[in-house]
């Protein structure tokens, strides 16, 4: 009877969570918007971003609404249900996130002209929304369902709902924004020599809107899958080796309902005192977190299973959160050796600068893996895969706090562009400037976070695989063990194809920002060219133009490069069998991770 | 004692191998040389090449001391012996392929007066003596080991050998090439604007040299390397599967005696017809040579096991090598439609060409994956591991041929840099020029080969090793069989580590080359500023400056990468076991594989 509370917990602390991110809405909303000027600027942001989202979601449901078809005749309704609450779930986190952020941000520019500290708080309140709205809501799904139902296999189409939002919003709103993005620097800052964020680049909103797209509803929509996925797997896990032992199956859930109370606690601590580096501010805050949610695990785990074991497992992967940011931060901040080291080969031309910089790509590579391994190794001395799963589970359960951290970086990249455009005095660019170049940072922190916490999930992942496979085959009367072997030839041809994978996935989408970027390239030519009084700033140039070519290229574009994780598993699985989707999986994870590290720090 | 005899045959087409390449450098050195002035340059890049070579041998040499010493006292003297007879050839491969091809890239010039079909003639000629040396060299190794001690086991030194110098004439070459290219170019082309191969430019003998130490020499060692391996590999899996039935361990010799018969015969078909691309005649060699092993190793294989079985499972090796061959072509070569899309792109600035071009390097990957998916799936089922080794086998027997077409490329290179420099008349140029533009082609195409047989061979050499393990186990009285099993924690942390090397190793490499080129350009911009009278063509540059800059950056830059793949797995299979080897092994594999494609095609 006991058990049964826990999970009601676990609900009660994600309501909470989405009541403060209402309360934090309200706050920030609150605050002055600015200008007549600025809230135009902002207005069209919004409209874009927007339009975007619903053309978005709109496209995703078509397709969703043919797996739900499938789903419920092949798997039943409830897993068809969980399917709907994770995709419903996934969108209304990027959406309500969203639309906070792109109200927050002219309010920072205006909060701007009251100095560097209160400007910092408006934009990190605005992305805690985000943050705690994507933890929040996932859990709630998650421990909610699994309240109901008692059996987190259930909770297996909520994963895939989550996912299936994942990818699209990801693949959408990053050709979004990097193609936006590379067409009003190239022809803008390159060709005609204007500043980033000029009022005259006619691609200056499509670029606002992507950081929106991208980088804010696109992340919270994947940390949002990975962090459902890893609950469930962890679940999953406990049920297996632990079968009937209940506690093992909510322990996951509790992690969850405790870190979020840490990380509304931890918002506080995001205050600039004298003298301080805006990054150190925004670390206080996920130090703060961590700290308190691990006081918080301690007592929970000792009363649940009577013996502090898996908070050592708990304890490491918040450890892991910790040290991949540590290192993500050392490779793409300005403050250390490898970007220094960049900018001196920079001095001997542009293959030099190109070839070192991809040097320090790779070597970044290497150590968020050892962290990782180290990671795996350690919590599985401590608890076995069960361990691992605690591990994972107590990492993702950062997530709040970190989706925070980063979506306060499109937040100030927008203040930074509304306070150009709408030609606010040098001390508010002054404030917003730095705030902004923080936020480049803070981005990569986080992809080095979702790809780490990514490629622990899928570990979690791969083992719950296993073991089920196990079990079916076991309930189907086939009592020889399947083994993924390293060296079996099907497995073999499973990691190769799996290995290839990410690299087919990032040629295609690179392909897409390649075709997207050189449509808006051409507009802004051509605008530069036709608008007579453009670069005199006596005609504005067209906006809506760059921001429609955009959204029609990304959602046009998503849909391939979508579609090979939904496909592709399909047909190695049907054609080439269990044995070699299990090695699939595994080389999706090996060349992945690198390839998602790589891609990152070398950007 | 049938059997016996095998060894020896496979003995004597080394020897004739060996033959036919003293015949074919005999017949090139009676080739006329050319104008004094041609004599002098090309004596420029024989003494750096020779000088690097030298000094680069030295170098490994302190480090193969040490080995051997720890190998006598750890393992006997016959794997000692094995490991100097694998040393010293692969040197000698190097080493004679190099001073051949530095003396056929004059000769080449010259010819070019009598018109384009005899100038390929020549340049082929010479290359085919660094491709024969290649096979002959490795197969005179790895038979006559066999014939005088009977046991493939024992050959293992002699793979380590060839390892050593394969690793440190690959990084060591590669640094120097590399460096010198981007040097020379950056300063020469883009910032001075004179063309390639300039005489007035400092860095262009060291450009040169370096095609010779880097895609001759370099690549010689690499595949000696890998042609090795692969029949050893493929011999142990024979004696592994079959105990007590020697031809299953002589048949991967055969092969590789047949294959260097038919390479000699194959390079007569080396012609140009009547309005015939370059290519074509290549790739006619090419094909002859498939053919012609092919229709020598169905008799054999029937006449060594009563049946053809076997024969499949070459005839997938030496299709895996066309097929890759022909994907190659199709990514780098400008008829085809991949870099006709990123010369598109370019139009639009430089950003959309390098997105396209990394878009069309990564599909570039995947095609060669799945070949060789393919190729091990098929072989597998056809003959089980020991299919997969002789598929491998069958692919590697065609590395003189591979070798030959390669080392065609820096021959043409220098000769059209000998005919800039020495003034040649125009008529020259434009039948050198494109010899010289079909030489980039064919070196990208044996690097999808030596990178597509270095996979397959070292799958081979994974299962080697499993089978190794078990054994020695048993020895032991470990009844348990050990099992790579990809979701052991153990096994997993092998995996990433392993996926992270080639990333590591990249990163020192690339590293390397930046710093390597940055002191280049350097010297180059210093020459150019104070010599005075040199860009009026009155004064001549100091070239041998940097040619000396390169010898020494490269000597001492590739000793910290080329040290990796010697420590690394030791302290791996020492910290953390034999399960995190074998996994670190597979890692490496699959992200080295993928990786190097990656590379190779986006240069």
Known sequence: MENAAFPLYAVCAAVIGILFAGYLTVWVLRQPPGSKRMIEISGAIQEGAMAYLNRQYKTIAVVGIIIVIILYFGLGWI?????????????????????????????????????????????????????????????????????????????????????????FARLGGGIYTKSADVGADLVGKVEAGIPEDDPRNPAVVAD????????????????????????????????????????????????????????????????????????????????????????????ATTYIFGSPRFFYAALVGVAVTLIIVFLTDYYTSKRFRPVKSIARASQSGHATNIISGLSVAMEASISPALTIVAGILVSYVIGGLYGIGIASMAMLSMTGIIVAIDSYGPITDNAGGIAEMAELPPEVRNITDPLDAVGNTTKAVTKGYAIGSAGLAAIVLFSAYTQEITRVRLEAGILEKISFLVEDPWVLAGLLIGGALPFIFSALAMGAVGRAAYEVVNEVRRQFKEIKGLMEGKARPEYGRCVDIVTKRAIKEMMVPGLIPVIVPLLVGFLLGAKALGGMLMGVIITGLFLAVLLTAGK
């Open 208 to 299: 606002n809107v992507g950081d929106n797209v991208g980088d804010c509803a696109g992340m919270a929509a994947d940390l949002f899958e990975t962090y459902a996925i890893t609950a469930i797997g962890a679940m999953l896990l406990g049920q297996l080796f632990f079968p009937g032992k209940e506690q093992y199956i909510i322990y996951p859930l509790v992690l969850g309902g405790i870190a979020i109370i840490a990380t509304i606690i931890g918002s506080y601590f995001v205050r600039l005192s004298q003298g301080q580096e805006i990054m150190t501010a925004l670390y206080k805050g996920l130090a703060a977190a961590a700290i308190i949610a691990l006081i918080g695990f301690y007592p």
């Open 79 to 167: 897993t068809t249900l969980g399917f709907i609450i994770g995709a419903v779930f996934s969108s209304l986190c990027g959406y309500v996130g969203m639309n906070v952020a792109v109200r927050s941000n002219l309010r920072v520019g205006e909060a701007a002209k009251k100095g560097l500290p209160f400007a910092l708080v408006v934009a990190f309140k605005g992305g805690a929304v985000t943050g705690l709205m994507c933890v929040s809501l996932g859990l709630l799904g998650v421990a909610g369902m699994y309240a109901l139902f008692r059996d987190p296999n259930y909770l297996i189409g909520l994963g895939f709902g989550g996912s299936l939002i994942s990818v």
